[in-house]
């Protein structure tokens, strides 16, 4: 009976560890078909903002700043150049 008893523990121990295997299979599966999908998404996003004309890498905010500070720049000369002269409130008077 002791050996009955023993094999009958050893299958129920292979048979345990065997669901233990599969379901950690089926967790890591799981995990991986997240990440691709979630990946996936990102691109679309990604690519949406690209078509959009906005920067995705920081090499293309850079050059972006760039234009955009000496666009920003050229429209404060055009606007003091049309704009009309200030007056200080000083009187030369004194």
């Not at 008893?5 to 669901?19: C, G, M």
């Not at 379901?23 to 990440?35: D, G, K, N, S, Y």
């Not at 009309?84 to 409130?89: D, E, I, L, V």
Request: glycine share 2%.
């Amino acid at each position: 009976m002791d050996d009955s008893e023993t094999a009958s523990r050893r299958r129920r121990k292979l048979k345990v560890s065997h669901i233990l295997i599969v379901l950690l299979l089926i967790a890591v599966c799981a995990f991986v078909v997240f990440r691709l999908s979630v990946r996936s998404k990102l691109r679309a996003r990604i690519e949406a903002i690209r078509a959009a004309g906005y920067p995705v890498t920081l090499a293309e905010l850079n050059e972006w700043c760039q234009q955009r500070s000496l666009r920003q720049m050229s429209a404060n000369r055009q606007k003091s150049a049309t704009r009309k002269p200030r007056c200080t409130g000083r009187s030369d008077s004194q």
